[in-house]
């Protein structure tokens, strides 16, 4: 069973400090690497995704691949009450493309 | 710009009873996904089609079945609701390896 995981949180930061949210795998083939954000009562939007290994940046966001290590992050930067919500890391199966979701880390921006 | 469009948003249904969660998505997809969310967990796919006529079961597919008889639908049947089938079902659409999913507003099933 291929496997996704997260600390499921909550993880309290005060407004305007980085949140540092981490994700870990366990299918060594996989290539696509996404990040999900999803409000209370609400379906899951897309943050950003990565497919490199290395950084990569937009905006107040950054993704952070390491594939020896199998590890996925998220930072975000200057952290807003608005970013207050529960994040999922996803990582796309390497032989059937189906997605499969870690439990999510629940994020609190404390103003 | 519709996207992915799930109906209904709500639905109550008594144990023993079935339903259809309906799917619609306008992108020209060949992928698409069912995933049930229960409280404060992650998502559980149920069902995924890679293109009409193709489906196979995902992690949690007791209870349910699909069809995909178009490339836009993908609807799920629930036969027998049981109490324990009470989640939050999510339909998602992508294109092929490498692309995000992109998901429905959800459909919030109680079974009493």
């Known amino acids: 069973q291929k496997e996704v995981e997260q600390n499921s949180g909550p993880l309290s930061v005060p407004e305007g400090a980085i949140a540092s949210l981490n994700c870990t795998y366990s299918?060594?083939?996989?290539?696509?690497f996404f990040w999900y954000r999803q409000y209370s009562g609400k379906s899951p939007e897309l943050i950003m995704f990565?497919?490199?290994?290395g950084d990569k940046e937009d905006g107040r966001f950054t993704a952070q691949l390491n594939k020896a290590s199998q590890y996925v992050s998220l930072l975000i930067r200057d952290s807003q009450p608005s970013d207050s919500a529960t994040y999922l890391c996803?990582?796309?199966?390497?032989?059937?493309?189906?997605?499969?979701f870690g439990t999510g880390t629940r994020l609190k921006v404390l103003a | 710009n519709a996207g992915v469009t799930q109906t209904p948003k709500f639905r109550i249904l008594k144990i023993g009873q079935s339903m259809t969660l309906q799917c619609a998505q306008d992108?020209?997809?060949?992928?698409m996904y069912w995933y049930r969310q229960d409280p404060g967990m992650g998502l559980k796919l149920i069902y995924y089609s890679v293109g009409a006529g193709i489906t196979d079961k995902g992690e949690v597919p007791n209870g349910y079945n699909v069809s995909r008889s178009t490339t836009e639908d993908f609807p799920l049947r629930l036969e027998l609701a049981a109490p324990s089938q009470t989640s939050v079902y999510f339909c998602a659409s992508s294109k092929p390896q490498g692309s995000e999913a992109f998901f429905g507003q959800g459909t919030r099933l109680t079974v009493v």
């Open positions: 299918d060594r083939g996989s290539q696509s």
């Open positions: 992108m020209n997809h060949n992928y």
């Open positions: 996803a990582v796309q199966d390497s032989g059937t493309y189906k997605y499969i």
């Open positions: 990565i497919y490199s290994n």
